[in-house]
Structure formats: C-alpha cells, structure tokens
C-alpha cells in the first residue's frame, strides 16, 4: 500500500499558497510586525490573566492551578452499556463525564414511540425513566464526579432525572456539579432538534435559571453552543458571533422574566469547537472571552466580575475526522486539543479517530483520552499562562475576529435580535454559503484534505469498529412497558395534571417535572404533556 498522489498537480503539494487566508477567509500576511498592533491599547485589551476583559484567560493562574476537566462524550445502546463505558473512562483518568443521549430522548420520544424505531440507542443513550437514569449512574458518585449532558429540548427533564437519582443515591445536591447543553436556539439553526417553539423553549430555559439559582448552586444552567453551527459549516467568525449572538438572546429572555443579571449570569458557560487551523481557533478564543466581557459589563450593566467571564468547553472537530486513513485522524485531534488548551479552555473532550465511521471502540477512546492526558502532563504548555499572548500574528489575528464578529451582531441588533434574525433564515443561509464555498475549495483541491483529496491510498486496510446490539432496542422497548405496568397510577397521573397545570399559568415547571420524574413519568409524557401547552415548532420555508 503506497501513498499516491491523484494527479499530476497535486505532487507539488508541498508549495506554499500563494494567497492564504483563514477559515474566516482573513488574509494572512507574510510577516508580521509592530506596525500590526499599531494603536492597540495592549495593557487594556489583553491585559492579565484573571482581569477584565479576560483575554487572556479567566483564572489568574490558569492550569498552573488546575488542569482543564478532562471529559470524554459518551453514550451508546441502554444505560448498563453506558456505565460500563463510563467507569472504563473513570479507570483510565477521565475527569468528568460528558452523556450523550440518543434521537428520540433528545426530541421527547419514549423508546416504544413509532418514530423511534431504529434510533433507540445509535447516537447515544436511551433514557425515558428514572430507572434508565440510575442504571445509567450506578455505581458512581454524584457529588465527586462533575457530569455534562449534551441535552436540549428536553433539558429540563434530564436535569431533573439526574437529581432525583442523586437524591435516591442520599447525595446532597447543593453539591452536584456539571452542565445541560440546554441551548434550543442553536437548534432552529443548525441540528433540528428542538420541540416546542421559541418564545415556549425560551421559558423553559428561563424557569431552569431560576431554580438552579435555589437548587444546584454549583450547576451551569446553559451551554451556549457554537460547536454545531461550525459543524454545519461556519466560519470561525460565525461559531462567534452567532454564539454570542444566542447568549445575548438567553440574557434578555432572563432579565425580562425578572432575574437578575448577577445572579444567573456566572453560571453560564459556552461550548466551542476546536478546529484546524490552529493559530486562528486559539484566536478565536481569546476574541469570544473578550467580547464576551465587554457584552455583560456594557450592555447588560453586570456588576459582578463572574458574570462577565466567558467560561468554555471545547470539542475537537468531528466534521474534520475522515473515513479515509482514519489514524490521520489521532494527529487532527491532537493539533485541535492543543489549539483548545492554548485557548484557555475550562474543560475538553477530544474525539476518537473511528468517529467518521462509527461510535468509538474502548481502545479509541483510550487513545483520546491519552492525547489529552500527554498535553497535560507532557507537553509543558500548562506551566504557563497564555503562553502565546503578545505575538504579533495572535494579536492581530484576534482583533480582526473580534471586529468581523461584532459586524455580524450588528447586523442582528438590527434585525431585531437573533430571533428574527434565525426567522428570517439570515443566520443559516450564513454557515450555508460558508460551508459551500468550503466544500467548492475541497473539490477544486484549493483546500487540502490529507487522504481525501491528496495523499490518497488505493487499498486501505479496515480498523475496528465499535457495533450495537441490536436485541438493545428490544430490551429498552420491554422495560419501558414493564415499568408502566407497575407504576402507581394515581401519583403518576396527578405529577403529570400538576405540571399541566403550571405550564398554562405561568408558574416555574421545574418543581412540577421533578415531581413527575420521580413519580415515574416518562421523557416521552412529560414532553407531550408540554407538547399539548406549547405546540410544536414547525420549520418556515424561507424562499
């Protein structure tokens, strides 16, 4: 098997581009100098770690103090096969869980749902009861283990699965630590799904700020997504500024439900993708923490220095992971984590190099984990804080993110905000073209993918890959009907009229799906539940 290149043009693949620019298609110039930074109030926008506008880093010390929380984004099959995974990662030096749940939890189906059919368990764990959510943590403590669900439209539900089940552990949840994604309007955007339309899952959000501030103390009530939209192909500058954009929109919406700003706004945090070119991601970073700053300080009048701190989680890139020589993409990820860590990110999960064609095997989670694990302990880059800062390239680089992505949320105070501006189809017809004039750049071999569309192999041979039981969705369908069959009718059915009841009048729902959740509802009947208040949300066809 020996590499070969596709043509004759493309041998000289070593040759410099003549015209180089980012993924943001910023031009990248030869040399930079001083002159770049010319009238640059350096001391004032960069400044120190750990100081307004945070630059450089939100903590003053950085990893000198604490490494990043190590996570590794998993969920596969039933909750016995989802544990099992996990206490793998926790025996191999995983420092927090990261849950990924499948299709039909995510848009509020039961397992035995007739669109369900053959979803149950593929991309993640199936939960539709407080039994799945206790065989899914068996075993684990609560309290010592901080648990990130990439969870949505039904956050609130999962949310209050997971404190039931600390509750039945004896835990006290004043304790738990951890994260739901809970960003619905990065859904309208990018992948679809969502439930119930926005003003509705705007005040789902909004009821889940307020009772975390009471309840879970130490709990992040949002993850402000960009991952997905640069998933779906945007820019660098776009993953920003419709990031931003969407946590503006979810200040706003808790500010006009009568919260305040200082309250709920330190426990929200942000959720990047690590992407390729390297010194522009680790750019990009520095941009959105100082925007970020200046966004809570000025516009939201934010007086308390937590709530102006942009705190992230950091993903590898899964849509730059290729099928084609699949080991090439252990190096991929490795490049992205080391962007993520000189970005200044608070935790980090880094993908397996099996992903493009299939969940990861233990052995490709392992290797994952490891190239967090040799960053952290290997590489020396954590014994200092924001070891880049002051090149002249990074500033710049910086600085001209920030001014494009404030460009952008411009252009969406305008349109009245990022509502109207997802109505309108603005924000997708974005990321589109971006991702097109990409995919053009790959074709015409403008933009170089390794083992795509240069350094191709003719034979390759295959690796291991990572199968689901499929007798998992008979199994899951089984204990679903078995435990409504068991059930106490009566508490079941008054949870459920209760939560009826204080979606109509406006009361806070969180108590009311604790309730339900514990008197063993359903993610499925407590989704239609909601379902029959709010509608569903059905996309416009914008022409």
Same mark, same amino acid.
């Given at each position: 098997?020996?590499?070969?290149?596709?043509?004759?043009?493309?041998?000289?693949?070593?040759?410099?581009?003549?015209?180089?620019?980012?993924?943001?298609?910023?031009?990248?110039?030869?040399?930079?100098?001083?002159?770049?930074?010319?009238?640059?109030?350096?001391?004032?926008?960069?400044?120190?770690?750990?100081?307004?506008?945070?630059?450089?880093?939100?903590?003053?010390?950085?990893?000198?103090?604490?490494?990043?929380?190590?996570?590794?984004?998993?969920?596969?099959?039933?909750?016995?096969?989802?544990?099992?995974?996990?206490?793998?990662?926790?025996? =191999?030096?995983?420092?927090?869980?990261?849950?990924?749940?499948?299709?039909?939890?995510?848009?509020?189906?039961?397992?035995?749902?007739?669109?369900?059919?053959?979803?149950?368990?593929?991309?993640?764990?199936?939960?539709?009861?407080?039994?799945?959510?206790?065989? &899914?943590?068996?075993?684990?403590?609560?309290?010592?283990? /901080?648990?990130?669900?990439?969870?949505?439209?039904?956050? /609130?539900?999962?949310?209050?699965?997971?404190?039931?089940?600390?509750?039945?552990?004896?835990?006290?949840?004043?304790?738990?630590?951890?994260? #739901?994604?809970?960003?619905?309007?990065?859904?309208?955007?990018?992948?679809?799904?969502?439930?119930?339309?926005?003003?509705?899952?705007?005040?789902?959000?909004?009821?889940?700020?307020?009772?975390?501030?009471?309840?879970?103390?130490?709990?992040?009530?949002?993850? #402000?997504?960009?991952?997905?939209?640069?998933?779906?192909?945007?820019?660098? #500058?776009?993953?920003?500024?419709?990031? %931003?954009?969407?946590?503006?929109?979810? #200040?706003?919406?808790?500010?006009?439900?009568?919260?305040?700003?200082?309250?709920?706004?330190?426990?929200?945090?942000?959720?990047?993708?690590?992407?390729?070119?390297?010194?522009?991601?680790?750019?990009?970073?520095?941009?959105?923490?100082?925007?970020?700053?200046?966004?809570?300080?000025?516009?939201?009048?934010?007086?308390?220095?937590?709530?102006?701190?942009?705190?992230?989680?950091?993903?590898?890139?899964?849509?730059?992971?290729?099928?084609?020589?699949?080991?090439?993409?252990?190096?991929?990820?490795?490049?992205?984590?080391?962007?993520?860590?000189?970005?200044?990110?608070?935790? &980090? =999960?880094?993908?397996?190099?099996?992903?493009? &064609?299939?969940?990861?095997?233990?052995?490709?989670?392992?290797?994952?984990?490891?190239?967090?694990?040799?960053?952290?302990?290997?590489?020396?880059?954590?014994?200092?804080?924001?070891? %880049?800062?002051?090149?002249?390239?990074?500033?710049?680089?910086?600085?001209?993110?920030?001014?494009?992505?404030?460009?952008?949320?411009?252009?969406?105070?305008?349109?009245?905000?990022?509502?109207?501006?997802?109505?309108?189809?603005?924000?997708?017809?974005?990321?589109?073209?971006?991702?097109?004039?990409?995919?053009?750049?790959?074709?015409?071999?403008?933009?170089?993918?390794?083992?795509?569309?240069?350094?191709?192999?003719?034979?390759?041979?295959?690796?291991?890959?990572?199968?689901?039981?499929?007798?998992?969705?008979?199994?899951?369908?089984?204990?679903?009907?078995?435990?409504?069959?068991?059930?106490?009718?009566?508490?079941?059915?008054?949870?459920?009229?209760?939560?009826?009841?204080?979606?109509?009048?406006?009361?806070?729902?969180?108590?009311?799906?604790?309730?339900?959740?514990?008197?063993?509802?359903?993610?499925?009947?407590? /989704?239609?539940?909601?379902?029959?208040?709010?509608?569903?949300?059905?996309?416009?066809?914008?022409?």
């Amino acid at each position: 098997m020996t590499d070969k290149p596709r043509n004759a043009a493309s041998s000289d693949a070593a040759s410099p581009d003549q015209d180089p620019r980012t993924s943001s298609n910023i031009p990248i110039h030869p040399l930079y100098t001083p002159a770049d930074l010319k009238g640059q109030n350096l001391e004032g926008d960069v400044g120190y770690p750990g100081q307004y506008p945070f630059t450089r880093g939100v903590q003053a010390t950085m990893y000198r103090g604490r490494l990043w929380t190590m996570r590794q984004y998993a969920g596969m099959g039933d909750a016995e096969e989802s544990n099992k995974r996990y206490k793998y990662l926790l025996a =191999h030096g995983t420092t927090g869980l990261s849950v990924a749940f499948d299709l039909p939890t995510q848009i509020g189906l039961d397992s035995d749902h007739p669109l369900a059919a053959g979803e149950v368990g593929k991309v993640g764990v199936a939960i539709d009861s407080i039994e799945d959510m206790q065989r &899914l943590f068996d075993g684990i403590d609560l309290t010592r283990i /901080s648990t990130s669900m990439t969870i949505n439209a039904t956050a /609130s539900i999962l949310l209050a699965l997971y404190v039931a089940v600390a509750r039945r552990q004896g835990a006290d949840i004043l304790k738990l630590s951890g994260t #739901v994604q809970n960003d619905v309007l990065k859904e309208y955007i990018a992948r679809g799904t969502y439930i119930y339309p926005p003003k509705q899952a705007l005040r789902i959000i909004t009821d889940l700020f307020a009772w975390t501030n009471q309840n879970l103390p130490e709990w992040n009530t949002i993850s #402000v997504s960009g991952y997905h939209m640069r998933e779906a192909g945007s820019t660098a #500058v776009q993953e920003v500024a419709f990031t %931003l954009g969407n946590g503006i929109a979810y #200040v706003q919406a808790a500010l006009d439900a009568g919260l305040d700003v200082d309250k709920f706004a330190p426990r929200i945090s942000f959720f990047f993708n690590a992407h390729n070119n390297f010194l522009e991601e680790v750019a990009k970073f520095r941009a959105a923490r100082r925007m970020w700053a200046h966004i809570m300080r000025q516009r939201f009048k934010a007086r308390d220095p937590h709530s102006w701190m942009l705190r992230f989680h950091t993903q590898t890139a899964g849509s730059t992971l290729t099928a084609q020589q699949p080991e090439n993409n252990i190096v991929r990820t490795a490049i992205q984590a080391l962007a993520a860590v000189l970005g200044g990110t608070q935790s &980090l =999960h880094t993908n397996s190099y099996d992903e493009a &064609l299939a969940l990861p095997t233990e052995q490709a989670a392992r290797i994952a984990l490891r190239t967090q694990q040799i960053l952290g302990y290997e590489s020396g880059v954590p014994q200092t804080v924001d070891p %880049l800062a002051g090149s002249y390239f990074l500033e710049t680089m910086t600085n001209e993110i920030e001014r494009r992505a404030t460009v952008y949320l411009e252009k969406i105070d305008v349109m009245g905000g990022i509502l109207k501006a997802i109505e309108r189809g603005y924000v997708q017809q974005e990321i589109q073209n971006a991702a097109y004039e990409y995919q053009q750049q790959v074709d015409q071999e403008q933009a170089i993918v390794v083992g795509v569309n240069r350094f191709v192999v003719e034979e390759e041979k295959p690796i291991p890959l990572q199968h689901i039981d499929e007798a998992l969705e008979r199994k899951q369908v089984e204990r679903l009907r078995a435990l409504r069959a068991r059930r106490d009718p009566q508490p079941w059915k008054d949870a459920l009229t209760r939560l009826e009841e204080a979606a109509r009048s406006g009361s806070n729902l969180m108590p009311n799906i604790v309730d339900a959740v514990d008197a063993y509802a359903t993610v499925g009947e407590i /989704s239609d539940t909601l379902r029959k208040v709010f509608g569903e949300y059905k996309e416009a066809v914008v022409i």
